[in-house]
């Protein structure tokens, strides 16, 4: 069919289909190929067991009125079954049933998707299963698919779903299923247009290779269109903005831990006479459950690249954030984790969702997890500004120190540090982006620009606005004005400081340990137990008292209360570990060693080049049988202690 000229320009504008697409599109086929095929074993094992759960529990007792959904969940096992066997078939018969690589991966997502959009239709007023498909429909934007492959799947998953509600009509009259319906339709617009950036930054990535010059030579001709096209333009910042918004979210409720936001992008635009902003800074916080223990969980993220092309890492990064979040809230098994893992995996899935964008997207953040009940911070700091702890009307720098270059850097394979800091009541904890010390002081009439180089500078404006959020973007404008995104989380502890601590009992006691005598010093402390309460530093010095005496058991117990009490305290955390141990030796009792081994890596979290701990971890691992987990602590251990006794005395016993 032809088209007037006009209709066909306006098309390729729309669907961004340029010539080079067109040239090079056998070249980039091969390598979405390329991309899929690495994706074949892992998928298929993940797709065999994903559903199972569903298939033969948790749809039973949602929807016993909907036996057929067994079939649709154990389909899936099977069609990932069956290329699992085509794929080992393929790898030692040397057959072509693998083909060239997204063949699978269209299959998967084809009866993945549809099924789940069909059954999904038919008993749409759940909101449980609503938002499974939000999690199908978000995981397919990082695929390796062309675009039309893409918005084809997602535009027949509509219908499938369409379809299924017209024919089996669910009660969608209700509010919980009106939000549900709106959550579906938003995460569809996400969807489409996540899919949109995300390819065309892997087009790029890929057209670099071949046409650098080319490129160039492109853009420099596509300057004199910029004008013309300003208004389209703002019109794609007005729609990646509405993306945006719902992802900068703060989902808390109100407690001792209270967080607040404060956001000014630097690209402003008009768009149908209202003024937008938009840009590569991101801010999210919400209510957390980890081991029973409720937290506050939160992010600053910093996107390379101006207005579009940050806010395109900024929606990626929310976007898969957000999915840890609600995995998180979902699943038994990622809610069961210390906040350290959780911070550790949480930066490991956003570090790999960035490496595949091959450094052409980096982001520098703060990954972040608060105790509601005893203020203690745990966080990962991404190559972004030194957090800020505000006290006593002082502000000053925690921790100036990072470990870990941006999102994205591929090819570095450090250790993760967890930093931990204890708040105490009314303290009040700084995080924001590099806009916030990147002021233009000055500008001369060629318009070079005076910037901010003071990192101090904040710290005084933080102490001028007594550290309320609200004042301090005041404070620096009246300094400078931004250069950049300005974004800024203020984390405040507010909950009322404790009186349990008795100093006069805890001086008597810890007196008469001095002088050995630790069966008198533990009296003390049953004397007074019922009329007042012990604090973290008692249960410390009990739990000492207990080891001395020889009651390892009841030692275990009272540093497990002062760890409760004080998340924070290092030095306990490897104490409670080594006594796990100790204890074990005595009662040989696995369960023991299962929690030295938790509290153990929680501490190297924290610490990863702590030879003590290394070995001590190393040695629980030897005792449950992990013998190759033991042999690679160990090699960590000896590149840092190589004359280490200790570490020959495992070999042996490993040997």
């Known amino acids: 069919m032809n088209f007037p000229t006009s209709i066909r320009r306006y098309l390729r504008l729309i669907f961004d289909i340029q010539e080079d697409r067109i040239r090079y599109s056998k070249e980039y086929l091969d390598d979405l190929h390329r991309q899929a095929r690495f994706l074949h074993y892992p998928g298929s094992i993940l797709g065999i067991f994903v559903w199972l759960g569903f298939a033969l529990d948790t749809d039973r007792k949602l929807h016993p009125e909907f036996p057929e959904l067994f079939y649709f969940r154990i389909g899936l096992s099977l069609i990932c079954t069956l290329f699992l066997a085509l794929l080992l078939i393929d790898r030692f018969q040397g057959t072509k049933f693998r083909g060239k690589g997204l063949e699978w991966a269209y299959l998967l997502f084809l009866y993945l998707l549809n099924a789940t959009a069909f059954f999904t239709g038919r008993i749409a007023d759940d909101p449980n299963y609503v938002s499974g ?177 940050g806010a395109g890492g900024a929606l990626v990064l929310g976007a898969v954030y957000n999915s840890v979040i609600i995995r998180s809230k979902m699943d038994p098994d990622s809610s069961n984790r210390s906040p350290e893992r959780w911070l550790k995996d949480c930066f490991t899935d956003l570090q790999k969702v960035f490496e595949t964008f091959d450094g052409s997207m980096l982001v520098s953040a703060v990954l972040g997890l608060v105790d509601e009940e005893t203020g203690t911070l745990y966080y990962l700091n991404v190559e972004h500004p030194w957090l800020v702890l505000y006290r006593d009307g002082v502000a000053s720098f925690i921790d100036p120190e ?44 060629t318009g070079k620009r005076t910037i901010n180089e003071d990192e101090n500078e904040f710290l005084r404006r933080v102490e001028d606005a007594s550290g309320r959020l609200s004042e301090i973007e005041d404070r620096l404008l009246s300094v400078g004005r931004f250069s950049d995104d300005y974004s800024l989380l203020s984390i405040e502890f507010g909950k009322k400081e404790s009186n349990l601590f008795d100093s006069e009992r805890f001086s008597r006691a810890k007196k008469t340990a001095l002088s050995k005598n630790f069966e008198s010093a533990l009296r003390i402390y049953e004397e007074t137990k019922r009329t007042r309460p012990y604090s973290s530093e008692d249960w410390k010095l009990i739990a000492r008292l207990e080891d001395k005496i020889g009651d390892w058991e009841a030692a275990l117990r009272s540093a497990l209360l002062a760890l409760d009490a004080d998340p924070g305290d290092h030095e306990l955390l490897l104490y409670t570990s080594l006594l796990t141990k100790r204890i074990y030796s ?61 570490i020959r005395e495992l070999r042996r016993l490993l040997s």
């Open 586 to 646: 005595k009662t040989k009792e696995v369960s023991l060693l299962k929690r030295g081994e938790e509290l153990s890596e929680k501490f190297r979290l924290r610490f990863p080049d702590h030879v003590k701990n290394l070995i001590h971890l190393a040695d629980l691992y030897r005792l449950q049988g992990n013998r190759n987990r033991a042999q690679y602590l160990l090699k960590k251990t000896e590149e840092l202690d190589p004359g280490n006794e200790r």
């Open 133 to 309: 498909l939000q999690i199908v429909i978000m995981s397919m934007v990082f695929m390796p698919f062309p675009r039309r492959a893409l918005f084809s799947l997602y535009s027949l998953s509509i219908f499938f779903f369409l379809t299924s509600v017209l024919i089996y009509r669910p009660n969608l009259s209700t509010s919980q299923a009106s939000y549900s319906m709106q959550n579906l339709a938003i995460s569809y617009i996400l969807a489409f247009f996540s899919g949109f950036i995300v390819e065309r930054y892997r087009f790029s990535n890929f057209l670099s290779h071949y046409k650098i010059l080319e490129k160039n030579r492109e853009i420099s001709e596509n300057m004199e269109q910029i004008q013309s096209l300003k208004e389209k333009q703002d019109g794609d910042y007005f729609l990646t903005s509405l993306l945006l918004d719902p992802l900068i979210a703060k989902k808390t409720e109100d407690g001792p831990v209270r967080i607040e936001f404060a956001l000014n992008q630097y690209k402003k635009f008009v768009f149908r006479d209202k003024e937008y902003e938009l840009g590569g800074d991101y801010l999210s916080a919400y209510d957390l459950v980890l081991q029973g223990k409720k937290f506050k969980a939160f992010i600053n993220g910093d996107a390379m690249g101006k207005s579009i092309q």
């Open 402 to 445: 990072t470990h870990f270059y941006k999102l994205g850097v591929g090819g570095v394979n450090g250790p993760i540090y967890v930093r931990v800091f204890s708040m105490k009541p009314g303290d009040k904890v700084f995080c924001g982006s590099d806009g916030k010390d990147d002021l233009v002081l000055d500008e001369d009439s």
